[in-house]
């Protein structure tokens, strides 16, 4: 079974910089797209960036031009650089990819890393 491993989460002040990874446990075959979500207390989880197989991308308005999705296809891993942090962005983030699996799309998710912005 897949599994996703994210990795880079922790505490920063505000105006400081993270960097997430989401590993996958085996290769994915079929790769629709790879993304960022989190989820603050309280709140629903949202989409914060995601980028497809083509390559392109699309962004949270919140975190446009702040934050960096990339993806390293040979390693099935994606990254989320995250620039300018600041307390709003506190929140668990999770990773997520999106298959095709025969003739089904499937939906694989991390476990979730705690990102804290202090003031």
């Known amino acids: 079974q897949v599994q996703l491993v994210e990795s880079g989460g922790g505490s920063v002040q505000t105006g400081g910089s993270l960097r997430l990874s989401c590993v996958a446990s085996?290769?994915?075959?079929?790769?629709?797209?790879m993304g960022w979500y989190r989820q603050a207390p309280g709140k629903q989880r949202e989409l914060v960036a995601a980028i497809a197989s083509g390559g392109s991308t699309n962004y949270a308005d919140s975190v446009k031009g702040r934050f960096t999705i990339s993806r390293d296809n040979a390693k099935d891993t994606v990254y989320l650089q995250m620039n300018s942090l600041k307390p709003e962005d506190t929140a668990v983030y999770y990773c997520?990819?999106?298959?095709?699996?025969?003739?089904?799309?499937?939906?694989?998710w991390g476990q979730g890393t705690q990102v804290t912005v202090s003031s």
């Open positions: 085996w290769n994915i075959f079929n790769i629709l797209s």
């Open positions: 997520a990819v999106k298959a095709m699996c025969a003739l089904y799309e499937v939906e694989y």
